[in-house]
């Protein structure tokens, strides 16, 4: 039972325009979400959160939207870089600074010059 | 440099034989976690670790095993017993608490490859 799902397994962008990665959850409980950005052989680092007392939350050119209705979150990248091509997890919790993340199964984005 | 630090990065062995995947960090974190990773499913917890000497399974935990002896420590022997043990091995750690400081974010090491021949 899959409970945060990326249903894009990759995803093809040109430089300069925008991303769009998108996750959806199903349990209600999930209260905090995160994203993860990994390079190959690497280990993921972490890029932006949200909880979901927000809609919107803004790093740089990272942006992640929240939509607790919907259960639907996504993480926008403008401008897409070419150092942005990576696998992008998203990850969700019940509590924020609860230990247990769900990870969602990853899209890979590709940023073509 | 504060970090997490996994051993080794590559490993091969035979079927039937366990195996023990190393990871030791310096954050101070009191929690510390492994996942597997497979092609197309994401990351899979298989045991994590609030406090030292105790663990709790992920869900994924048969034919792995733990120990948390010391805080900076938290190995996985992969058992004989798990049926697929070819993948990607990511341990984490993370500070504990509901606080507003805290982010909940994992910290992750580089990851092991393991292969079983």
């Known amino acids: 039972d899959q409970q945060v799902k990326q249903n894009s397994p990759s995803l093809s962008v040109q430089e300069g325009r925008i991303s769009i990665l998108n996750c959806d959850y199903t349990?209600?409980?999930?209260?905090?979400f995160l994203w993860y950005k990994k390079y190959p052989a690497e280990g993921p680092t972490f890029l932006i959160s949200?909880?979901?007392?927000?809609d919107k939350n803004e790093d740089g050119r990272f942006t992640v939207f929240l939509n607790k209705s919907a259960k639907h979150l996504s993480l926008h990248i403008v401008p897409s870089q070419p150092g942005d091509s990576a696998v992008y997890f998203c990850?969700?919790?019940?509590?924020?600074?609860?230990?247990?993340?769900?990870f969602g199964q990853g899209t890979r984005l590709t940023i073509n010059p | 440099d504060g970090g997490i630090t996994q051993s080794p990065k590559y490993l091969f062995r035979k079927e039937g034989q366990n195996v023990t995947l190393s990871c030791e960090q310096n954050?101070?974190?009191?929690?510390m976690y492994w996942y597997r990773q497979d092609p197309g499913q994401g990351l899979r917890l298989i045991y994590y670790?609030?406090?030292?000497?105790?663990?709790q399974k992920g869900d994924i935990a048969e034919g792995y095993s733990v120990s948390r002896e010391k805080k900076e420590s938290f190995p996985l022997t992969v058992t004989s017993a798990q049926k697929n043990p070819t993948a990607f091995y990511l341990c984490?750690?993370?500070?504990?608490?509901?606080?507003?400081?805290?982010?909940?974010?994992?910290?992750f090491g580089e990851g092991s490859r393991l292969t079983v021949l």
């Open positions: 949200i909880s979901s007392i927000k």
């Open positions: 984490a750690s993370s500070r504990i608490g509901t606080f507003v400081e805290n982010t909940g974010e994992l910290f």
């Open positions: 670790s609030q406090i030292v000497n105790d663990f």
């Open positions: 954050l101070n974190h009191d929690a």
């Open positions: 990850a969700a919790s019940p509590l924020q600074g609860a230990q247990k993340l769900v």
């Open positions: 349990n209600s409980m999930f209260d905090y």
